[in-house]
């Protein structure tokens, strides 16, 4: 299983950035797919998830300005980020693993198998 993120960059405060996670080796649409991200110094933490029935969850600090999608015919995730803050600057990682739980419960970073190998965004002010 092989996880591509992409879509990173550098964007000022306020703009927008879609990040994509193209995945290859499995069934995509079998899999939970989710975003995390790690900003310097800190743990990764959850940002969003979404089941292959479309259901999504997602932390509070990204509600409301972050959307998760996916596309099973090109095997991709997206994340669409919206009224970016330079506290939103992070390497943000996809993650896949089997349907199984409750949505809630692909918060969790131990709820992933597979990960991918990350994408800088920087936030500018």
């Known amino acids: 299983v092989q996880l591509q993120a992409s879509g990173g960059g550098l964007v000022q405060d306020g703009g927008s950035l879609r990040l994509s996670c193209t995945a290859s080796?499995?069934?995509?649409?079998?899999?939970?797919m989710g975003w995390f991200r790690q900003a310097p110094g800190k743990e990764r933490e959850f940002v969003a998830t979404i089941s292959y029935r479309l259901n999504t969850y997602y932390a509070d600090s990204v509600k409301g300005r972050f959307t998760i999608s996916r596309d099973n015919a090109k095997n991709t995730v997206y994340l669409q980020m919206r009224s970016l803050k330079p506290e939103d600057t992070a390497v943000y990682y996809c993650?896949?693993?089997?349907?199984?739980?409750?949505?809630?419960?692909?918060?969790?970073?131990?709820?992933?198998?597979?990960w991918g190998q990350g994408t800088l965004v920087t936030v500018s002010s």
């Open positions: 993650a896949a693993n089997l349907a199984g739980s409750s949505i809630t419960y692909y918060a969790r970073r131990n709820a992933y198998n597979y």
């Open positions: 080796g499995l069934t995509f649409s079998t899999y939970v």
